[in-house]
């Protein structure tokens, strides 16, 4: 994974069912990605399942699982 810096903050760039996106790199990253709904609409990506999460501030949520179509750019 090449890290490159945008406006001082970590980046990636990822190709998504051939479609390459700039992604802010998360410092806690745990393998998985959280994408906007309308990222995901318009990459028609498909969902697999459900899963729960807990954000930086400790909340309890739960995701959708999508296929995973991600290759490293």
Request: hydrophobic fraction near 45%; proline fraction near 3%.
């Amino acid at each position: 994974m090449k890290v490159f810096f945008r406006y001082g903050s970590p980046m990636i760039r990822l190709a998504i069912k051939s479609k390459v996106i700039e992604l802010l790199l998360d410092t806690g990253f745990n393998g998985h990605l959280m994408l906007p709904q309308n990222l995901i609409d318009k990459l028609e990506l498909e969902q697999i399942g459900v899963s729960d999460y807990v954000t930086a501030s400790g909340e309890e949520k739960l995701t959708n699982l999508l296929l995973n179509a991600i290759v490293e750019f």
